[in-house]
């Protein structure tokens, strides 16, 4: 049947039932229909058995409930003397059908008449009404068949609740407002991996790509302004964020490998947009946005993996040796910290503070500006706290490059409450089970031994009150994994 047109109800929906008095027994299955609608699924029926008052015409009140506005719903239980009455316009049947008939045929869209099939021929064809013959219908006719699922059908069309909806109309796409790239493509690519099950190597090769080739696209020709690199990081927000869908499917679906797939995607996005060869500006130009865009997206994957409690992916994605180019065309081995540790945004910081001089003194603009871009549960301005400590965590455990390069979780001030929350939780033996994946270890014993073998001291901003340090900073060694 069609919906589109119900609107969903909070009063009980008012319906008459049409039927042809061919028998007792058809009588008796009409009027059992009708009681069970009622009482067990509050639908409010007019029967003539029940609503035909003594010396009332019969004819008057079938035309009468059949044109009545305030009834939702007329039902037309067919069998094959309903169908010979319509047809042949006899009696109150063929009376009804002279008011159905133009409603039928004149309004395309109506949703008032839903014939119910009572009854089949002996080849298994439904009796209806010639003018009904296209219409769609609702089968009662074998009761030990698919009766209990149309019946289930028939209630939910009543109360306007189908079982297959039609989803909330969403917002138009914000990466229509980039006017400076076409996000279509990776859009379409992004859609096509989530929905199909093969090839999912090679559409990953082709989004990554993709989005290189979108990031090279920000760019004009032989402009290095600050003001080119504020646009292209304050405009990449619908292209992170198609790429973030990207990578959330692949967290969340528990491919395996996930954390070091991600992780072989940002070395060849870093590889590829970022060059310190000194003699071609060309490619100097790139740095400040793509360590801007990688950081982000580290954080958001962090995240990510958090919320979906892919803790494995998480300790792939840490303990990675990244292999990126660095000051020359050799590569160097570093570890996630590399990603904003090569060098400093200042041409982009400078050019905000300009613009934004209401926004005061920020213990960070790029942390003020991953989470004021914060995107969907999964990577909630709480969720990227959570995922930026534990990278900051889990960079001591793993330590790919020296001491004073470790992770700094730079949006710890937004949620500090959130993160000793967090680190509370490994009180519970059942949470640190499920977290020591991220950890490398397999029991209580190995996981405490590792943290005292590498303690996360406390980190802070200049002249900010608020720091953060790791699990052992708000729980005692005994108290890990000490409760269920």
């Not at 008095?21 to 009681?35: F, M, P, R």
């Not at 490398?440 to 900010?464: A, Q, R």
Request: net charge negative; aromatic share 12%; with cysteine.
């Amino acid at each position: 049947m069609n919906t589109t047109n119900i609107e969903y109800k909070e009063t009980a929906p008012k319906v008459f039932i049409s039927y042809s008095w061919s028998g007792k027994e058809h009588q008796d299955k009409v009027q059992a229909l009708a009681v069970e609608l009622v009482e067990s699924h509050g639908v409010d029926v007019i029967l003539d058995e029940w609503d035909l008052k003594k010396g009332q015409d019969k004819y008057k009140f079938m035309e009468r409930c059949v044109g009545d506005p305030t009834i939702n719903f007329v039902l037309m239980i067919c069998d094959k003397r309903y169908a010979e009455k319509a047809d042949s316009r006899e009696g109150g049947v063929g009376a009804e059908t002279a008011i159905i008939t133009p409603e039928i045929y004149e309004k395309s869209e109506q949703t008032k008449f839903v014939p119910i099939v009572f009854e089949r021929d002996e080849n298994g064809k439904p009796y209806l009404p010639i003018y009904l013959g296209s219409t769609m219908y609702f089968d009662l006719s074998d009761m030990y068949g698919n009766y209990d699922s149309e019946y289930e059908k028939l209630i939910r069309h009543l109360w306007g609740m189908p079982l297959v909806q039609k989803p909330q109309l969403g917002k138009k796409p914000q990466w229509l407002e980039n006017t400076t790239t076409n996000l279509a493509k990776i859009y379409r690519l992004v859609r096509k991996y989530e929905f199909e099950k093969v090839n999912q190597k090679k559409l990953e090769e082709e989004i990554v790509a993709e989005y290189i080739s979108l990031v090279k696209q920000t760019w004009k020709e032989n402009q290095i302004t600050g003001q080119d690199i504020y646009d292209a990081i304050m405009n990449s927000k619908p292209l992170q964020d198609v790429f973030t869908e990207f990578l959330s499917y692949k967290i969340s679906s528990g491919q395996l490998n996930a954390g070091k797939d991600i992780a072989g995607a940002f070395e060849k996005i870093n590889n590829t947009l970022i060059s310190h060869k000194q003699s071609d500006p060309y490619d100097i130009r790139y740095n400040e946005v793509v360590i801007f865009l990688l950081h982000e997206l580290m954080i958001r994957v962090a995240a990510i993996m958090v919320f979906y409690n892919n803790f494995a992916a998480l300790g792939e994605l840490v303990n990675h040796t990244y292999f990126i180019v660095y000051r020359s065309y050799e590569n160097i081995e570093i570890g996630i910290e590399g990603f904003y540790a090569q060098s400093r945004t200042e041409c982009f910081e400078k050019k905000y503070k300009e613009l934004h001089e209401n926004k005061g003194k920020l213990y960070s603009i790029i942390a003020d500006l991953i989470i004021e871009r914060a995107v969907l549960p999964y990577a909630s301005c709480s969720q990227l706290v959570l995922g930026d400590a534990y990278l900051m965590h889990l960079a001591y455990i793993y330590p790919q490059a020296p001491q004073t390069l470790k992770w700094f979780p730079i949006t710890y001030v937004y949620d500090v409450y959130v993160i000793k929350q967090e680190w509370r939780k490994f009180a519970s033996r059942a949470f640190c089970q499920k977290i020591m994946p991220a950890f490398g270890c397999k029991n209580i014993d190995e996981f405490k031994k590792v943290l005292v073998k590498h303690p996360v001291p406390p980190s802070n901003y200049p002249l900010c009150f608020e720091s953060v340090a790791g699990i052992l900073s708000v729980l005692n060694l005994s108290e890990i994994g000490s409760v269920p």
